[in-house]
């Protein structure tokens, strides 16, 4: 598995990306506003495939939170990170300063303290479990 497990990430009020976050190089970011200009409005999940990646989105009172992961790591690993990054935006910006925020204007202070707290431990996490189901799966092979 690979240690990229989970790519990029953002928070986006409508169309307008508030905060994002990667330590990788690529055009996901891209391609994933790409798709953010052509999800519905309404609260829901949303996963698409594209290249060995997932772009998975939650929408929620009018904010979408995003990342991208490698497709090795499933739907539910980034779905939960997504529940994470939402609750900490909720509890640190609900309905206050992310309403007027401007494009980009939250990237110092959610973008990369609270990102990459969450990013960081999720990846180490994901690299563990994968190693034991890796572990797991040879044995029950032998």
């Known amino acids: 598995m690979s240690q990229k497990s989970l790519i990029y990430a953002f ?11 990667t330590e990788f ?23 698409y495939n594209c290249d060995a990646h997932t772009f998975n989105y939650l929408v929620d009172n009018g904010y ?15 779905m939960a990170f997504l529940e994470r990054v939402k609750d900490e935006f909720v509890s640190k910006y609900g309905g206050g300063k992310a309403a ?11 973008g990369y303290s609270v990102v990459i707290l969450i990013l960081k ?6 690299s563990c479990y994968s190693s034991l189901l890796n572990i797991l799966y040879f044995a029950d092979q032998n």
């Open 100 to 110: 007027t925020a401007p494009a980009n204007g939250l990237n110092k202070e959610f």
């Open 11 to 21: 928070v986006a009020r409508g169309n307008v990306v508030l905060a994002e976050y």
């Open 25 to 47: 190089s690529g055009n996901f970011n891209s391609i994933a506003y790409q798709c953010l200009q052509k999800l519905p409005a309404s609260n829901n999940k949303f996963t």
């Open 121 to 126: 431990p999720m990846n180490r996490r994901f």
């Open 64 to 78: 979408t939170y995003c990342v991208v992961a490698d497709e090795s790591s499933g739907r539910q690993i980034p």
